[in-house]
């Protein structure tokens, strides 16, 4: 083992934005808490957490549950809503671009402001708006994503394509995720170890918004690059950090994102093997 490391496992993907071709392996429960905080202009800086629940159901289909939060300085605390995703992967095996299916429900409200995707014109402008008010418009949404993703040489290279419409009015809202990352080292060593190079991945992620059905455009839109960096430590705990910077006048300045995932292997069969 000393002379011939084994390669490292398949690899989390970092991205808090883009996904990649990679479900939850059946039967694991995945436990993640992540926040959003956003430098505001014109407004109150603020931090936005949420909860995600996801569930490999079967091995081609990841259902995922999301609870939205966020902290505005100077205006207070709110929960902003839920959504309930859903990713089917269509061909199982290994092609040199996977295919992913993604369909959400989203309720949450106006003064949501995780920023776990960026649509149509979205910008910093729509979250310099007091909580009190936003809170008022209730959003029934739904999204759609189209995820490319590949592996070649350690590396994952992802594309989304984003859709997303509110049920009630509103045309279609476009908007875009791309992503690469790899683990600093492919081969393990001989030896477990916690700080070993090929347990972090770093990676970078851009996107934004493509503007709508009635006008698609770049111009007007957010968007943003960051880099990004997860440590994957031991009983399934993995943290990730990501700053990014807007690109355009519409973006925020600055965003700092960090969260930790917990995964819990063979929950389904534990339960299972408890109501038997």
Excluded at 99 to 123: C, Q, S, W
Excluded at 124 to 141: C, P, T
Aim: aromatic share 14%.
């Amino acid at each position: 083992m000393a002379l011939f490391p084994r390669p490292a496992s398949a690899q989390e993907t970092p991205y808090f934005v883009t996904y990649s071709h990679r479900l939850e392996e059946p039967g694991n429960l995945e436990l993640e808490f992540s926040s959003t905080y956003a430098a505001q202009r014109g407004g109150n800086d603020f931090v936005a957490p949420w909860l995600e629940i996801e569930y490999g159901a079967t091995g081609w289909w990841t259902t995922e549950i999301y609870i939205d939060s966020q902290h505005t300085l100077g205006d207070g605390a709110l929960f902003t809503g839920w959504r309930w995703e859903n990713r089917f992967r269509p061909l199982m095996r290994e092609h040199w671009i996977n295919p992913v299916l993604y369909v959400e429900y989203e309720d949450v409200n106006g003064a949501d402001k995780t920023m776990i995707e960026v649509v149509g014109f979205d910008g910093e402008a729509d979250h310099a708006v007091r909580n009190a008010v936003a809170s008022r418009e209730h959003l029934h949404e739904i999204e759609a994503k189209l995820i490319l993703s590949s592996d070649f040489k350690g590396w994952n290279i992802s594309e989304n394509f984003i859709a997303e419409k509110n049920l009630a009015h509103a045309p279609w809202e476009f908007g875009y995720a791309v992503a690469a990352s790899r683990p600093l080292r492919l081969a393990a060593t001989a030896r477990p170890c916690n700080f070993c190079r090929e347990n972090i991945v770093a990676g970078v992620e851009m996107y934004g918004g493509l503007g709508t059905t009635d006008s698609a455009t770049l111009s007007g839109t957010s968007h943003y690059l960051a880099p990004m960096v997860a440590w994957q430590m031991p009983r399934g705990v993995t943290l990730r950090v990501s700053p990014g910077w807007g690109l355009t006048h519409p973006s925020h300045r600055f965003l700092l994102r960090w969260g930790v995932t917990y995964e819990i292997s063979g929950f389904g069969g534990k339960v299972r093997k408890l109501f038997r």
